[in-house]
């Protein structure tokens, strides 16, 4: 089989058998499938590929079959025990940066790390930083761990639910992006958040109750002034912000992703 006949396996979607045949192949310039398009292909490469298309066709997601997903011009390793990494929580690592440059934050804790994501965004721009990333489950901590080690930064990284093994350490600011989709939401059963693991999704509940234990929890682990930055669904800006203020935090405001979405609250403590 040539190159241009394996690249009709997907149908209409020729940029996605575009991406997996250059991951079968080892390659990453397209330039490169114009140029061979005559090549025969090797049987075990051919394989692999209608083996992966077939997934695909199927709705799983690229990141998954390809293994890695760029965030942050970072690649990073993701499995289906991790959430796939997306643009709009790089709102949240702008946001981190931009109080770091402000406050002169010294530490910082990912809540729920998944992949490692915001933590190793934020370790590679201000390698300065002490950056700590937790998660409740091994098997994501593992795939952050492997990331850490890939893009040789130094993180430290904990096993806890939340705070529960976390003591009474404090820091600067405490970053998360926790499931905030409620259990009812029909997007759950859509596209790729299909394959992706429901407990990072969701909290079987009205999507909040996650929330509602971070900012209750977060003041026992932030330094005075310390700031908490909660990603959450484009729905749920004010419910948030309410959140914020009842458990005390002050300077609550708003951030937008780049489709214009209301996406990441923060707020201050004892400022």
Not at 100 to 108: F, Q, V
Not at 241 to 257: E, P, W
Request: glycine content about 8%; overall charge negative.
């Amino acid at each position: 089989m040539k190159v241009k006949e394996a690249l009709r396996a997907l149908g209409n979607d020729y940029r996605d058998a575009e991406v997996l045949l250059l991951h079968c192949l080892g390659k990453d310039d397209r330039s490169w499938l114009i140029t061979h398009d005559q090549d025969e292909l090797q049987a075990d490469v051919i394989e692999t590929f209608f083996s992966i298309s077939k997934e695909r066709l199927r709705g799983v997601p690229l990141a998954y079959l390809l293994g890695h997903r760029e965030f942050w011009s970072l690649k990073l390793k993701v499995t289906r025990d991790v959430l796939i990494p997306r643009a709009e929580t790089e709102v949240v690592v702008d946001w981190v940066l931009e109080l770091a440059s402000r406050y002169d934050l010294e530490s910082i804790l990912d809540l729920g790390t998944g992949s490692g994501a915001i933590a190793l965004a934020v370790q590679h721009d201000l390698p300065h930083l002490s950056v700590t990333a937790s998660d409740v489950s091994e098997s994501a901590l593992r795939v952050a761990r492997e990331n850490a080690e890939g893009l040789g930064l130094t993180i430290e990284i904990v096993e806890s639910n939340w705070f529960d093994s976390l003591a009474q350490r404090r820091w600067d600011l405490i970053a998360s992006n926790p499931p905030y989709v409620a259990a009812d939401d029909a997007h759950l059963q859509e596209g790729d958040l299909r394959f992706e693991p429901n407990t990072a999704l969701t909290d079987g509940r009205d999507g909040l109750s996650s929330i509602r234990e971070i900012a209750s929890s977060a003041p026992n682990h932030l330094e005075i002034g310390g700031w908490l930055l909660i990603e959450h669904g484009y729905d749920q800006a004010a419910d948030v912000q309410s959140i914020l203020q009842q458990n005390g935090f002050s300077k609550v405001s708003l951030r937008h992703d780049i489709a214009g979405r209301p996406r990441v609250t923060g707020g201050c403590w004892q400022c």
